[in-house]
Nanobody, 121 residues
Framework: QVQLAESGGGLVRAGGSLRLSCTAS????????MGWYRRVPGKQRELVAT???????NYADSVKGRFTISTDNVTNTVSLQMNSLQPEDTAVYYC???????????????WGQGTQVTVSS
């Protein structure tokens, strides 16, 4: 069983920075992609940023130029550096991983428990 453990959320003032991290652990063969989504109460979950095993990045337009996603393939950790945070970035941020548990199987999607990011004005 694969688990994703997140850390790094919190409260910050507008214009400030936070760094989120997420480490995948458990029985894994390989990781095809990891990333971050967020959800605001009453709204659908939205993509923030993803990074594939081929180093292809995908960012939401609203965070381009402010957020940077990176991975450490040794520790199976994905990080999200968030700069110039704005109140509209306030949400619960969820780590995501598309992971092969064994050769010859299909990748499965895994989610972290979520971490709250609150940006005050």
């Amino acid at each position: 069983q694969v688990q994703l453990a997140e850390s790094g959320g919190g409260l910050v003032r507008a214009g400030g920075s936070l760094r989120l991290s997420c480490t995948a652990s458990g029985s894994m063969f390989s990781i095809t992609a990891m990333g971050w989504y967020r959800r605001v109460p009453g709204k659908q979950r939205e993509l923030v940023a993803t990074l594939s095993s081929r180093f292809i990045t995908n960012y939401a337009d609203s965070v381009k130029g402010r957020f940077t996603i990176s991975t450490d393939n040794v520790t199976n950790t994905v990080s999200l550096q968030m700069n110039s945070l704005q109140p509209e970035d306030t949400a619960v941020y969820y780590c995501f991983g598309s992971i092969y548990e064994a050769p010859g199987t299909q990748p499965r999607d895994y989610w972290g428990q979520g971490t709250q990011v609150t940006v005050s004005s």
